[in-house]
């Protein structure tokens, strides 16, 4: 059984910085590319961010180029995501997926 946990999630202050990890279980990590979707309050879900199964290639969504970063373990059997430079924008439940399966998500909150 696929199953991908997240965690890393918060509240943080504008300006702010997080790391979110997504624990892979069930297939052959290292074989799949990884993706990270946001879903904000009241909006459907954003792509992210991608990054291929040998972590050589990164793809960003343009709202987030240049504070965020993607990085795997594929020892560890583990995609993060790095964020930099938060705004209130980035508030979201944030999820891997792969291969048509998600995670359950982990919130992030932006403070006022």
């Known amino acids: 059984e696929v199953q991908l946990v997240e965690s890393g999630g918060g509240l943080v202050q504008p300006g702010g910085s997080l790391r979110l990890s997504c624990v892979a279980s069930?297939?052959?990590?290292?074989?799949?590319?990884m993706i990270w979707v946001r879903q904000a309050p009241g909006k459907g879900p954003e792509w992210v961010s991608s990054i291929n199964s040998n972590g050589g290639r990164t793809y960003y969504a343009d709202s987030v180029k240049g504070r965020f970063t993607i990085s795997r373990d594929n020892f560890r059997n583990t995609v993060y995501l790095e964020m930099k430079s938060l705004k209130p924008d980035d508030t979201a439940v944030y999820y891997c997926?792969?291969?048509?399966?998600w995670g359950q998500g982990t919130q992030v909150t932006l403070s006022s």
């Open positions: 997926y792969t291969g048509g399966s």
């Open positions: 069930g297939f052959t990590f290292g074989d799949y590319d």
